[in-house]
């Protein structure tokens, strides 16, 4: 049962354009969700949040939708960077939990 | 200040053995959660604690057991260990228990290898 999907294991951008990853969840109790980066060998890093209450949240070139009649959420990184390549998870706040989805590794490519 | 520690950083086991995996939370934080990453997958969440008592287990047998002592350092601890259980085991920490809203700072994990 994968409450959180991240549908596309690999996205491969130029840098300078936009970045856009897509989330979609099941469950309707989440009360937030937040996008992680992880890179090989360290542990995930925080990178934005969004309240269920809310449907965007931008910091710096970082935003994240939030449409919750389609229980779908998307990370944008305008303008993407090089330093930007890694895996990026999409997660659900639960009860004493984070419920992740699988990852999409993002290419930045020069 | 040090983020979450943890340790060992690598470790190779055989089918069958057991295994303890630490972790030290940020200096103040009470709560500190246990997740496994198996390769292509996202966190898979385990248990959490928060001042030294269970709050939240996932879906994990009874081969998985931990604790939390006084100064909220943590075990993960698994027996009988399966092939399956190699994994990058995450521990996270923070503030409080509950949701988001409290926050979670991770450490960079430990890679179990089992042969």
């Known amino acids: 049962d994968q409450q959180v999907k991240q549908n596309s294991p690999s996205l491969s951008v130029q840098e300078g354009r936009i970045s856009i990853l897509n989330c979609d969840y099941t469950?309707?109790?989440?009360?937030?969700f937040l996008w992680y980066k992880k890179y090989p060998a360290e542990g995930p890093t925080f990178l934005i949040s969004i309240s269920s209450i809310k449907d965007k949240n931008e910091d710096g070139r970082f935003t994240v939708f939030l449409n919750k009649s389609a229980k779908h959420l998307s990370l944008h990184i305008v303008p993407s960077q090089p330093g930007d390549s890694a895996v990026y998870f999409c997660?659900?706040?639960?009860?004493?939990?984070?419920?992740f989805g699988q990852g999409t590794r993002l290419t930045i490519n020069p | 200040d040090a983020g979450v520690t943890q340790s060992p950083t690598h470790l190779i086991k055989t089918r069958g053995q057991h295994v303890t995996l630490r972790c030290s939370p940020i200096s103040g934080h009470k709560s500190v959660s246990w997740y496994q990453q198996v390769l292509g997958q996202g966190p898979q969440f385990i248990f959490q604690?928060?001042?030294?008592?269970?709050?939240g287990r996932g879906n994990f047998p009874d081969r998985f057991s931990a604790r939390q002592f006084p100064n909220y350092s943590s075990e993960l601890n698994v027996n009988a260990l399966l092939l399956g259980d190699s994994a990058l085991y995450l521990c996270a920490s923070s503030p409080h228990t509950g949701g988001y809203s409290y926050g979670y700072t991770f450490g960079s994990g430990t890679r179990l290898t089992v042969v």
């Open positions: 469950n309707s109790m989440f009360d937030y």
């Open positions: 604690y928060y001042e030294k008592e269970e709050r």
């Open positions: 997660a659900a706040s639960a009860p004493q939990k984070l419920v």
